[in-house]
């Protein structure tokens, strides 16, 4: 069996330092002004976050990082990762509450925290008194001391000199936790990078010096693995885009060719175009596509969520690429990969790195980037995999001979009715994609009934004047139930003034199933 192998994240900077040279990686915004720091800026600054964690401690450390996405995390982040301790990022906006649950679990012994978070890190401080390092992203001088102080021609520099084990955990990533205990999802070297070692089925989105705007979050695997890692290996240059409320006005000033985004974000951009275009009819498309996107859009990257093949076609009609791919951070994160050849209900074709099958309709992978486990959780890890080894994605999925795959659902959220029949509640809230009164939509089942909780899109009702949503919404699955099988027939409709509970992730919380 041929031995799998990827670069470290060391070996990837190096590279990227010698290839694009001073060529701009990092692009952001701080204080109203756009910074810029080249390939061997970012490789220098976190070889010098680095040398000094190792100068903190010669203990191998797990180290928080509670942030939005801007130049300090990514230094930390690398620093981390080439140095031989384990990152472990979180949400920005959680709890000190939780925060300190996690981090008894995840064994954390050092945190890096934005200047928001200042004032719940003292707490945490407190209730995590194994915390022995606490330190500020927002105090730019203290980083700008630490780049300098412990620089490649410092008297640290030798620090830096060590070789990681590739084998070794590096990250641990809680998943969202939509039902049960977080779990922390260990990956190594040889997961983190060698996930973004495939053969891409599209040559002309990640090419040097194109750019990419991230907009999502680097706590989450998608972003990570993708907007950081895989654009430092490609050469791409990565605009941070900081906060979602900023991505309309990032958008003109960065005029990226690539962005990843989630269904939700795709949706609002087009609306936005749409809505120009409605305000300017004598306004050709390209232009107002330009107002939104900037002048160089090609492709929009889409993961984490169902995507609507409408929204691919809408898109193409502005001259866009959208496709989507699928993954899980226990795969080291992409399963398979957006290919514009395949069908547009498909997540793309499984990655060159994969092995995937069936089995009872659940999708399995088999594959060398796959986690080390839940962290401190053998019980969990050892459910996740079948006695032959494959990882049990847990979604429900179909897949054909040239790899295309198709999602049709979660194991775990299947309705088992009474009569023995299995319902996907996807399967049925999919049908709602087009429905432009509905702006999100929760199926589940109530005493053998299947019931579908709707929060209406108002501003579309009021723009429609649309008093009785109630009753128009009835209509709609009315209409639906007539050709709908006998086991996906919606028996109430519950409409909501508030949008359903969601995770961190932005994912809806599903309810118990009563049968």
């Not at 670069?7 to 990227?16: A, C, I, K, W, Y």
């Not at 509670?66 to 230094?75: A, D, M, P, V």
């Not at 472990?88 to 925290?113: G, H, N, Q, T």
């Not at 299947?414 to 009569?419: K, T």
Request: glycine fraction near 6%.
């Amino acid at each position: 069996m041929e031995i799998f192998d990827a670069p470290s994240v060391r070996e990837l900077l190096d590279s990227g330092a010698e290839k694009y040279g001073n060529s701009t990686f990092i692009k952001f915004i701080r204080n109203g002004a756009i910074e810029e720091r080249s390939f061997i800026k970012v490789r220098s600054d976190s070889l010098a976050v680095c040398r000094w964690i190792r100068s903190l401690s010669e203990k191998r450390m797990h180290i928080a990082i509670i942030g939005k996405s801007n130049y300090e995390y990514i230094t930390c982040l690398s620093g981390i990762l080439i140095s031989g301790n384990v990152a472990v990022p979180f949400a920005p906006d959680i709890s000190v509450e939780e925060a300190a649950e996690l981090f008894k679990r995840a064994d954390i012994e050092m945190v890096l925290y934005e200047q928001e978070f200042s004032e719940n890190a003292e707490r945490l401080k407190e209730l995590c008194p194994f915390i022995k390092f606490a330190v500020n992203l927002g105090d730019l001088e203290e980083f700008d001391r630490i780049y300098n102080e412990y620089s490649d021609s410092s008297q640290y520099a030798a620090l830096s000199d060590i070789e990681v084990d590739k084998n070794a955990c590096c990250v641990i990533i809680f998943t969202s936790g939509t039902t049960g205990i977080k779990k922390g999802v260990a990956l190594s070297t040889l997961s983190l990078v060698g996930n973004i070692m495939y053969q891409d089925y599209i040559t002309d989105i990640f090419t040097p010096n194109d750019v990419a705007l991230s907009v999502l979050p680097m706590y989450h695997i998608f972003c990570f693995s993708g907007d950081y890692i895989k654009n430092l290996k490609d050469g791409v240059q990565v605009c941070l885009n900081g906060s979602l409320k900023d991505i309309i006005k990032n958008l003109t000033v960065f005029e990226p060719k690539v962005v990843r985004v989630v269904p939700m974000i795709a949706q609002t951009l087009l609306q936005r175009v749409k809505a120009i275009l409605a305000r300017n009819p004598e306004m050709q498309v390209k232009e107002a596509v330009t107002q939104v996107f900037g002048r160089n859009i090609q492709w929009l990257i889409s993961g984490g969520a169902y995507l609507n093949p409408e929204l691919i076609d809408e898109y193409e009609k502005l001259g866009i690429f959208l496709r989507q791919g699928y993954g899980m951070t226990e795969a080291g994160c992409r399963i398979s990969v957006p290919d514009n050849t395949a069908a547009r209900e498909s997540v793309g074709r499984i990655i060159d790195l994969c092995e995937a099958r069936i089995q009872n309709g659940e999708i399995q992978v088999k594959t060398p980037t796959v986690m080390l486990g839940y962290y401190k959780m053998p019980e969990e890890t050892k459910e996740m995999f079948t006695e032959d080894g494959w990882l049990k994605t847990g979604d429900i999925g179909e897949l054909t001979e040239d790899n295309q795959l198709f999602i049709t659902g979660r194991v775990k959220n299947l309705i088992i009715l009474s009569n023995g029949e299995n319902v996907s509640p996807e399967a049925i809230e999919k049908k709602f994609a087009d429905v432009e009164l509905v702006s999100e939509v929760l199926v589940f089942a109530e005493k053998d009934r299947i019931i579908a909780e709707i929060y209406p899109n108002y501003e579309y009702a009021e723009l429609e004047k649309i008093e009785d949503i109630q009753t128009v919404l009835e209509q709609t699955v009315d209409r639906m139930n007539k050709t709908a099988k006998a086991a996906h027939i919606i028996s109430e409709v519950r409409v909501r003034t508030e949008p359903l509970e969601k995770t961190a992730s932005g994912k809806i919380k599903r309810k118990e199933t009563k049968i």
